[in-house]
């Protein structure tokens, strides 16, 4: 299958400091990658859909000042988080897709995941 | 809008029995199915997708799709402790790679030994 690589896995920041997380496709293009946020003991939500070469589109609720997306290249997503604050602790998790034509199945390949604490 | 119901749980089953995973869609035209499985800190990894009715079999792992009840469900044959997890059921939004995935917000599977 398809790898999705993410780092760093963990990141400890100061309050109002900025955190970038980046989101790496190893094996194949990705034209689009997806932006995920969890809570402990709560579901996936998602965050934003990452498009290469033109502006993000952000969930409902998401401010996209605060979170920055950059998907410069076909491998390639950041997730920025501007101005961390405690309540922006959370486990970011990016993924994509290889959709569902020619015979592909269309799951989603996940990164490890970015465990952030602000304190 | 796409929903994708799934009773949070947890549910608790002894160890060496059969857990079944239950899962609702709302879009009569959604065509393929996805059970991942979430161990506690980590992402979430895929253990089987669906596209046809009836039952699919991989392992100790069983889908079960029926379209027309617009259910998807999960069977775990001789559950062992490992399998304590929260699974999550998805599907497509759409056909291209820019389509999102609709999860559902996941149950809560404990394997009691």
């Known amino acids: 299958g398809a790898v999705v690589s993410q780092h760093p896995s963990w990141v400890i920041c100061k309050s109002g400091t900025s955190v970038k997380i980046e989101c790496r496709s190893l094996?194949?293009?990705?034209?689009?990658m997806f932006w995920y946020r969890q809570f402990p003991k709560q579901s996936l939500m998602l965050m934003a859909t990452?498009?290469?070469?033109?502006?993000?589109?952000?969930e409902q609720g998401v401010e996209k000042d605060k979170f920055l997306i950059n998907h410069a290249s076909l491998t390639l997503s950041t997730l920025t988080v501007t101005s961390a604050h405690p309540e922006d602790s959370s486990f970011y998790i990016c993924s994509a897709s290889l959709g569902l034509a020619g015979g592909v199945t269309g799951e989603l390949f996940f990164g490890e995941g970015s465990r952030l604490t602000v304190l | 809008q796409k929903e994708v119901e799934q009773n949070s749980g947890p549910l608790s089953v002894p160890e060496g029995a059969i857990a079944s995973l239950n899962c609702t869609y709302s879009d009569r035209g959604s065509q393929s199915f996805f059970w991942y499985r979430q161990y506690s800190g980590k992402s979430p990894e895929l253990i089987m997708f669906i596209y046809s009715n009836g039952d699919k079999e991989d392992g100790r792992f069983t889908a079960q799709l029926n379209k027309a009840s617009q259910y998807v469900s999960l069977l775990i044959r001789d559950s062992q402790p490992s399998d304590s997890a929260t699974y999550l059921c998805a599907v497509p939004g759409g056909y291209s790679s820019a389509s999102k995935i609709i999860f559902g917000s996941g149950t809560r599977l404990s394997i009691r030994p």
């Open positions: 990452s498009n290469e070469g033109s502006k993000a589109t952000y």
């Open positions: 094996d194949f293009q990705a034209t689009t």
